[in-house]
C-alpha cells in the first residue's frame, strides 16, 4: 500500500461531472484506490462514494492505493487530481 497528500486546486473542487470524470479514470487501473478526507475513506472508483466526500477546491485529500502497479498508479492518479480542468 502506498499513499500521498493532495490539495483539490480545481475551483469548483471534485463535483458531479469531475467526479464522474475521476471515476471513469480510476476505472483503466487493476489496483484498489482510495480516496481518504476527514478520516472518511471512499472507493474512488465509486461516484456515490466520491461525492459523498466533499471535495471542495482547498480540501487535502490523502490518495491511497493498493496493488501490484500501486506506485505507477499513484503517481498518475496523483498528477491527474492536480491537473484537473474547470
Not at 23 to 36: G, S, W
Not at 41 to 68: F, H, I, Q, W, Y
Request: with cysteine.
Amino acid at each position: 500500500m502506498v499513499e500521498q497528500k493532495v490539495r483539490i486546486l480545481n475551483k469548483v473542487g471534485i463535483h458531479a461531472a469531475a467526479s464522474a470524470q475521476f471515476v471513469a479514470f480510476t476505472h483503466q487501473f487493476r489496483d484498489e484506490i482510495y480516496l481518504v478526507k476527514d478520516n472518511q475513506t471512499a472507493n474512488a472508483k465509486s461516484l456515490l462514494n466520491l461525492l459523498m466526500l466533499g471535495l471542495d477546491c482547498g480540501s487535502e485529500v490523502l490518495v491511497r492505493v493498493e496493488g501490484p502497479t500501486e506506485e505507477k498508479t499513484l503517481k498518475r492518479v496523483l498528477f491527474y487530481i492536480e491537473n484537473m480542468d474547470d
